[in-house]
Structures are given as structure tokens and as C-alpha cells.
């Protein structure tokens, strides 16, 4: 198998006095006082049953009528902020009989009822959340510790496109605000430099431009989106056209590859190695996306094998800017044996940043509900991985052995 299956997308973890990344917790911890007092303020017995797996509830935990169980498990995945990936495409259906086979699916209901993190109280004496961030740390130790979602940051988000006046309080010298609002502007700005690469990238698409169909060569030529003055629009370009040219899309993506100021400074062989692991799912994901705005114009052999991404992106109404964010995401999330330390290091930092641009993305579309939509686009990722590996192998079956696709997938042997 020549790619590598992440098993889970790490999210930036944002400095904050409750944040904690806890890998598991073996026992329920008492309720801090705060928590008490909010649990005596309702009633203790209600007539309802639980919200979550239809069990009799001990009361409102939550602000959502729940048993001990669901409580506990709501809590603690919280508060150890683990993750949890399903292996039925988030379609389980449990009961109070089976609501622990499947853990993410049971966490995604608590979501969906209207249980809420901010209820949770972290501070409390014994507690002592770790300050070290992956933003700031030179260590490499962050790196060796397994990813998971960081809910608290991602609960403690503001609106990026909320006014000055709305987003800053009465301030002091230590109101952590005004460091979120400079946060805020470099990651736009980051969102823009990324939509400016799609537009150049789309430009080149429909141009008069060539390219070697060789892999040294490409690896070795200036990039093409640095200039695209050079380029003519190509009359011959037609946007419906339902073949697909697998060197072509190979071709764009290296070109895309190369303009990261990060790859260029790479070593030969982590280049390769990059490319390799990366280039089918980053081709996968592009021809998804044009599937799913434009689902008419295709009738193929492929349709049947993308169907389950493209209904997804259908179904979460990705739009341009979310599948440029997502489009590098995926190429950041490699964890190729072959790369050496160095280039895993520079991708692990590059990622970090361009998951808060997804993240500020989502919650500029909607605050609300933007941490389960974040969990939905980084579990699209894993079924687009799912999904390459089932298309490279019906890919190499039609493409000749000379090609620059069949290259990229020999390239792993070197």
C-alpha cells in the first residue's frame, strides 16, 4: 500500500487557563463546585428520559435531560479531549442497550441534543492544564503525543467577522481579546493567500500551458504559478469535458506543490516522497469537488467510486473557499514513513496554521454549529484517503507505464 492513513486531524491548540490535553481518563472525577450548584438548581429526577439513548435521565445535565451515563461519557470526552472516528460513516443507531458501541457517534448525538461543553467546568483544585501550545513550543515533544480535536479552543472561538466593539470587552492589560483579534487578521490574511494561489491555479487550468510529463523535470523547473503573465488563455479549454486527463491533474498539483516557499526548501528525496503520498488523494479531492458543483456533466466509470465524496460535499455545501483550505489540509497531513524528521516537523507547524484557517472559515459560516461542522470536514478527509487508495488502483490500470501518474506511484520504490 503505498499511501498512509492518518488516523485522526489535529486542530491548533489556542493558549488558554482551561485548556488541557488529557490522552485518557480512567475514572469520573466529583463535580467542581460550580458544576454542583448548577446541577442542584434543577430538579434532580425529571419526567423526561435521556436525550441521547432514550435511557430514564437522572435530571439536566448539561442543560439537556440525560442518564449518569451519557453525562459521564459527555464529560469526560470533553475534558480529556479525545476523538473518535466511525467506522460506519457516522450512520450508527444505538439504543440505551447498545450506546456504547460506538463512542463518536454517541459524542456526535450529545452535540446534536444540545449538551453544552461550556457547562463543564475545568478549574478546579488538583487540575493543572498544561500551558504548553504547539504554536509556541520548539519542543519536539507535542509532536510525538497523538492528535486529537482540541474542543475547548474550539468552543472558546469567536466569530471572526464580528465588529471590534462586539468582540472586545472593558479591557485590561491581561484581557486575552485583543491577542484573538491579531490571531484573527493573520489567518484572513493567510485564507486570502490561499485563494490567490486557487485563482492563479485556475488561470494556468485554462491557459496555453505545457508541461513535462517527467517527474525530474517538474521537480526541477521554476514553478509555473509564479508567473502566469507568460500564459495565454486557451480557446480550446472546455470547462464540461467529463475525460479525465491524470497527468494533467498530476501536473497541477506538483505546479501547486512547488509554490509553498516550505517545499522548496525540502531535500529531493522528501519531495518525492511528499508528492508520492500526496498527489492521488489531492486529485481525488479536486475531482470530487468539480463532481459535486457540476454533478450533471459527469456519467463515467469513476462516478460510482466518488459517490460517497461527493455526496458528502454535497450534503456539507462545500463551497470554494472551504475546498482550497481542505485541499491543503490534506496535502499538510502527511505521515509518510519515508520523510525524514525535518520535513514531518515543517509539515506538523504548516498544518497547525492552516487548520485555525479552516476552523475561522467554518465559524464565519456558522457560529453555532461550526464544531460539528469542523469534525464533518476532517472525517470528509479521511473517506477522501479511503477513497484514493480504491482509485490510484483502478487508476494504474489505465494509464501507460511511461506516464507522470504512473511515475508518482513508482516513485515511493526509490
Not at 11 to 36: F, G, K, R, W
Request: net charge positive; hydrophobic share 35%.
Amino acid at each position: 500500500m503505498f499511501l498512509t492513513f492518518p488516523h485522526h486531524f489535529s486542530l491548533p491548540v489556542l493558549p488558554s487557563s482551561t485548556n488541557s490535553t488529557v490522552s485518557s481518563i480512567n475514572s469520573e472525577a466529583p463535580l467542581p463546585m460550580n458544576d454542583q450548584k448548577a446541577e442542584k438548581s434543577r430538579p434532580l429526577r425529571c419526567n423526561e428520559l435521556c436525550a441521547v439513548c432514550g435511557d430514564h435521565s437522572t435530571g439536566y445535565h448539561y442543560e439537556v435531560p440525560s442518564c449518569n451515563g451519557c453525562k459521564t461519557f459527555f464529560r469526560r470526552t470533553i475534558i480529556s479531549e479525545r476523538t473518535f472516528k466511525c467506522h460506519k460513516n457516522g450512520n450508527c443507531m444505538f439504543t440505551k442497550d447498545i450506546r456504547c458501541a460506538c463512542r463518536s457517534c454517541r459524542f456526535k448525538k450529545c452535540l446534536e441534543v444540545g449538551m453544552n461543553p461550556r457547562a463543564i467546568q475545568t478549574s478546579r483544585p488538583g487540575f493543572s492544564p498544561k500551558e504548553a501550545s504547539p504554536l509556541s513550543s520548539s519542543s519536539p515533544e507535542p509532536m510525538s503525543k497523538k492528535r486529537a480535536y482540541d474542543i475547548n479552543s474550539l468552543l472558546d472561538m469567536q466569530k471572526a467577522s464580528c465588529s471590534t466593539s462586539a468582540c472586545s470587552t472593558s479591557a485590561s492589560p491581561s484581557s486575552p481579546e485583543p491577542k484573538a483579534q491579531i490571531i484573527d487578521k493573520e489567518q484572513i490574511q493567510r485564507i486570502n493567500e490561499i485563494m490567490n494561489l486557487e485563482d492563479r491555479l485556475d488561470y494556468l487550468r485554462k491557459s496555453n500551458f505545457t508541461a513535462s510529463r517527467n517527474l525530474l523535470d517538474l521537480l526541477t523547473k521554476p514553478c509555473a504559478l509564479d508567473d502566469i503573465t507568460k500564459y495565454e488563455p486557451s480557446p480550446l479549454h472546455f470547462v464540461g469535458n467529463q475525460d479525465i486527463d491524470f497527468d494533467k491533474e498530476a501536473t497541477y498539483v506538483i505546479e501547486y506543490i512547488k509554490s509553498f516557499s516550505w517545499f522548496r526548501e525540502m531535500s529531493f528525496g522528501d519531495k518525492c516522497a511528499l508528492l508520492c503520498d500526496r498527489a492521488p488523494p489531492l486529485v481525488t479531492l479536486r475531482i470530487a469537488y468539480k463532481r459535486s458543483i457540476r454533478p450533471h456533466d459527469y456519467d463515467d466509470f469513476y462516478s460510482s467510486t466518488l459517490e460517497s465524496v461527493v455526496s458528502t460535499m454535497q450534503r456539507l455545501d462545500i463551497d470554494r473557499k472551504t475546498f482550497a483550505l481542505l485541499n491543503i489540509v490534506m496535502l499538510l497531513d502527511c505521515s509518510s514513513y519515508v520523510l525524514s524528521a525535518q520535513a514531518k516537523e515543517v509539515l506538523t507547524e504548516e498544518r497547525m496554521k492552516l487548520l485555525y484557517c479552516l476552523r475561522v472559515n467554518l465559524f464565519q459560516k456558522a457560529t453555532s454549529t461550526a464544531a460539528l461542522l469542523l469534525a464533518d470536514h476532517l472525517s470528509l478527509m479521511w473517506t477522501i484517503l479511503k477513497v484514493a487508495a480504491k482509485f490510484r488502483s483502478e487508476i494504474v490500470k489505465n494509464v501507460p507505464v511511461n506516464s507522470l501518474t504512473r511515475q508518482l506511484f513508482e516513485v515511493v520504490h526509490l
